[in-house]
């Protein structure tokens, strides 16, 4: 059984930062792909970023605007999401995703390549 447990949201002043932890129980955890994505009041949920299983590839999100750093712990099976310069707008819950990943090159940016979510954390940011 695949479990994903997001942690670190919260409400934060724009211009702060967060780093939000996902703690996957998930059987060779260095053989799956992860990503974050997020879902805004009364919009669809949208694409964060992804990170390979190997770690060495990543991809963002355009509006990231290379605020946001993901990255991985596999020995703690364990990905994280530092987002630095906090806006309003960044204000969602943040998912964490998994798939089982091909090669440690790959990553996707689709959530319908993802087979496992998690419950989401929320982000709130203040103006």
């Known amino acids: 059984q695949v479990q994903l447990v997001e942690s670190g949201g919260g409400l934060v002043q724009a211009g702060g930062s967060l780093r939000l932890s996902c703690a996957a129980s998930?059987?060779?955890?260095?053989?799956?792909?992860m990503g974050w994505f997020r879902q805004a009041p009364g919009k669809e949920r949208e694409f964060v970023a992804a990170?390979?299983?190997?770690?060495?590839?990543?991809d963002y999100a355009d509006f990231v605007e290379g605020r946001f750093t993901i990255s991985r712990d596999n020995a703690k099976n364990t990905v994280y999401l530092h987002i630095n310069s906090l806006k309003p707008e960044d204000t969602a819950l943040y998912y964490c995703?998994?798939?089982?990943?091909?090669?440690?090159?790959?990553?996707?940016?689709?959530?319908?390549?993802?087979?496992?979510w998690g419950q989401g954390t929320q982000v709130t940011v203040s103006s």
């Open positions: 998930i059987r060779d955890f260095s053989r799956y792909v």
């Open positions: 995703a998994a798939v089982y990943g091909h090669s440690g090159s790959d990553y996707y940016i689709s959530e319908r390549d993802y087979h496992y």
């Open positions: 990170i390979s299983w190997s770690g060495i590839n990543a």
